[in-house]
T-cell receptor, first 114, second 118 residues
Framework: KNQVEQSPQSLIILEGKNCTLQ??????????LRWYKQDTGRGPVSLTI?????NTKSNGRYTATLDADTKQSSLHITASQLSDSASYIC?????????????FGKGTKLSVKP | GAGVSQTPSNKVTEKGKYVELRCDPI?????LYWYRQSLGQGPEFLIY????????DSGLPNDRFFAVRPEGSVSTLKIQRTERGDSAVYLC????????????????FGPGTRLTVL
């Protein structure tokens, strides 16, 4: 069964600190992996999209890594800010199948405290 | 439009009533998706449209749920005989082509409609 698992479920860090969120998937055949940021009461917003040939991609203070062999991805946030408080959702796209081929994780809820 | 819009932003209804939720996608986007999100969970797929047709409705939980996109733009999610378990945020997203396999088709989400069934 195609699944996307994220850890930790929630995380609290102090402003200015770095953190890393994890995503493991079993989607096969794999096409690409996305990270979304979802602020409370808002819809998710795309941060990065990585295909199987890409190992890392950055978007400002956000850096995503992908290991297609071990089927793992991480999202690293550098020098966290209060505005980084949100849920971060990992989404994996596969080939074929349906639903536009997107499998969503449950998200990691990040709280950045002053 | 500038982004995906959804109306209403909040809907409170009584058990057994009928509700309609509306989604206005980004102009020109052929693909439209509906998701349901419960508190603390990721979005759960409901239905995906390519143009006017439902390309995949495998996520609709039962026959009380139905969605249409008659002109290939605006979509309406319809829920009959609402139940308390239907309470959730209903998210709509659109993308340019709906071809997710190449990593070039970004989904843009609306703010969601929060449905509360009393």
């Amino acid at each position: 069964k195609n699944q996307v698992e994220q850890s930790p479920q929630s995380l609290i860090i102090l402003e200015g600190k770095n953190c890393t969120l994890q995503c493991n998937y079993t989607v096969s055949p794999f096409s690409n992996l996305r990270w979304y940021k979802q602020d409370t009461g808002r819809g998710p917003v795309s941060l990065t999209i990585m295909t199987f040939s890409e190992n890392t991609k950055s978007n400002g203070r956000y850096t995503a890594t992908l290991d297609a062999d071990t089927k793992q991805s991480s999202l690293h946030i550098t020098a966290s800010q209060l505005s980084d408080s949100a849920s971060y959702i990992c989404v994996v796209a596969g080939y074929g199948g349906s639903q536009g081929n997107l499998i969503f994780g449950k998200g990691t809820k990040l709280s950045v405290k002053p | 439009g500038a982004g995906v819009s959804q109306t209403p932003s909040n809907k409170v209804t009584e058990k057994g009533k009928y509700v309609e939720l509306r989604c206005d996608p980004i102009s020109g986007h052929t693909a439209l998706y509906w998701y349901r999100q419960s508190l603390g969970q990721g979005p759960e797929f409901l239905i995906y449209f390519q143009g006017t047709g439902a390309a995949d409705d495998s996520g609709l939980p039962n026959d009380r749920f139905f969605a249409v996109r008659p002109e290939g733009s605006v979509s309406t999610l319809k829920i009959q005989r609402t139940e308390r378990g239907d309470s959730a945020v209903y998210l709509c997203a659109s993308s340019l082509t709906g071809v997710q396999a190449f990593g070039t088709d970004t989904q843009y989400f609306g703010p969601g409609t929060r449905l509360t069934v009393l």
